[in-house]
């Protein structure tokens, strides 16, 4: 895998502009409109991403639905997710410190974890499927990711039978039927391929952080943001390869996890 | 000063002031996000401290809300949490981490020769350093650190200072970003309180990025900044930069 180093140092010099002149209001914007607690229809926030001047991000043909989608399926949740049961408990110093140990929700997260890594696997052979990518240094990023992705599940399915549960083998159902399916059906170039990859690389990452937040043990913690920290590296590579800032924010956002119903149950 | 230089100034001023606009809404999403059980249990916890004059701060750090915590501060002025003292210890060793992070920065883009473009990398990367230092401040309340950690500075300094050209320099930072990815591994292999696990999860992913556009950059094997997992392996430890 190689990337230019005049690309990167283009990009970099012009998206510090334009994330100046556009993102802040933009995210402020996204962030208003997709608050659980605002009234914003779908149609609203479709049209909201679909702003004839927005970022060409936004605008690579049938993925602007893609994006759409991939927002309105991920992301905060009126609904609480999944039942919990003395996951917190709070000490004398009033810190609200994780629990010993919940063997069903951190299963659940596990798992969930897992049906997204083997979703992006999935994609991404269908990616390389669809004769769209026809630069080598794509080509070699996609399959680099992909094998990680198949790291990642590995790993995620020890880590299952490790706490006594069955690992997932399916790829995210949820995600795919309201999402991927459509998305992939909508692919008409390299940049439409690699605009999904990097949506599907957020949703990973901000899923990750999310469970750095809420697995029960220090190791899951460990074992989540060590793919989680992966990535985060993809996000930035494939950030890179759409001329975007590659590192975007100071914080990995949390917001574009993947919602309640995508989880996947302990059984 | 030419305009480009003067929009690459004002360009690094938006960015600061933007994540400083942000880190609340960032940390509230971290801990209070309403989708999660466990930490909406948090906030919940928060709010009805309020009514009980907020906790009882004991040999930890008290923080301040307000500062934190946007959903929960609406509601009030202040409250206070306490970490427990061991989350203390790393989130103040931390903090004194991105500090020194900042300083290494600050001092390869003075001492240094580079071009405009990835000197303009380092200064965005070095905000970002001193938002995750703010940020951790806060966590660590009275407890806080100002300057930098004092022992991985003077290791650092010499290193900085004997970096011949941009490439070296860009290896170099790439390094310590790595490092920095890494002790935030570490951390979480220790951290009890979800007002601590839940911030540093979402800064460990942002030092992975950078480890990966300054390895790229520096033209360094794939495998260096695109590894498959993020591992503890060259984290910086509290005993050999005592806080």
Not at chain 1, 1 to 9: A, G, K, L, P, T
Not at chain 1, 242 to 249: G, M
Not at chain 1, 254 to 267: D, E, F, L, P, Q
Not at chain 2, 13 to 42: C, K, N, V
Request: aromatic fraction near 6%; charge should be neutral; glycine fraction near 6%.
């Amino acid at each position: 895998m190689e990337f230019s180093r005049d690309r990167v140092r283009r990009a970099l010099a012009e998206s510090q502009h334009e994330h100046e002149t556009s993102l802040p209001r933009w995210r402020e914007s996204l962030a208003r409109a997709f608050d659980p607690d605002t009234d914003a229809t779908d149609e609203e926030k479709s049209r909201l991403l679909g702003l004839p001047d927005r970022r060409t991000f936004f605008r690579v043909g049938g993925v602007t639905l893609a994006m759409s989608a991939v927002v309105a399926a991920c992301g905060k949740s009126k609904v609480k997710q999944i039942a919990q049961t003395g996951t917190t408990t709070t000490t004398a110093k009033g810190a609200t410190t994780t629990s010993p140990y919940n063997r069903s929700t951190d299963t659940s997260y596990l798992r969930t974890a897992q049906s997204i890594e083997v979703l992006a696997v999935e994609t991404y052979q269908s990616a390389l499927d669809s004769g769209l990518v026809k630069t080598a240094s794509v080509s070699d990023t996609i399959k680099l990711f992909q094998s990680q992705h198949r790291e990642h599940n590995d790993l995620l399915a020890r880590t299952v039978q490790g706490v006594g549960g069955q690992p997932y083998t399916q790829a995210n159902a949820y995600l795919k039927s309201t999402v991927i399916d459509a998305a992939v059906a909508a692919l008409s170039d390299e940049r439409s391929v690699i605009v999904l990859a990097q949506q599907l690389e957020t949703v990973a990452a901000n899923t990750y952080t999310m469970t750095g937040g809420v697995f029960t043990t220090a190791e899951l913690r460990q074992t989540a943001l060590s793919i989680g920290g992966t990535e985060g590296r993809h996000m930035a590579a494939l950030n890179e390869l759409l001329e975007l800032p590659p590192v975007p924010t100071a914080f990995m956002p949390t917001r574009n996890a993947v919602g309640k119903k995508g989880y996947i149950s302990v059984t | 000063m030419s305009d480009r230089i003067r929009r690459l100034v004002d360009e690094v001023d938006e960015q600061h002031r933007e994540g400083m606009r942000t880190i609340a809404d960032h940390l509230a999403t971290a801990h209070f996000d309403e989708t999660d059980a466990a930490r909406a249990a948090s906030r919940r916890r928060f709010v009805r401290n309020l009514g009980l004059g907020g906790a009882v701060a004991v040999g930890g750090a008290v923080v301040p809300v307000s500062g934190l915590v946007g959903v929960a501060s609406a509601q009030t002025t202040a409250t206070t949490v306490v970490l427990p003292a061991s989350d203390l210890q790393t989130v103040v060793f931390a903090q004194g981490l991105e500090l020194a992070l900042v300083a290494a920065y600050t001092l390869a883009v003075d001492l240094v020769k580079l071009e405009t473009k990835v000197a303009e990398v380092f200064r965005l990367f070095g905000r970002h350093h001193t938002e995750h230092a703010t940020a951790l401040g806060s966590l660590a309340g009275a407890s806080k650190v100002t300057t930098p950690n004092a022992a991985l500075v003077s290791s650092l300094t010499p290193q900085i200072k004997a970096l011949t050209d941009e490439a070296a320099a860009t290896k170099f930072m790439g390094s310590l970003e790595q490092g920095a990815a890494a002790t935030y591994l570490t951390a979480l292999g220790t951290l009890q309180a979800f007002e601590s696990t839940a911030p540093v999860s979402t800064i460990l992913p942002i030092e992975a990025q950078h480890a990966t556009v300054l390895g790229e950059l520096s033209a360094q094997p794939v495998s260096e900044w695109m590894p498959a997992f993020q591992t503890t392996a060259g984290a910086f430890s509290p005993s050999q930069y005592p806080a």
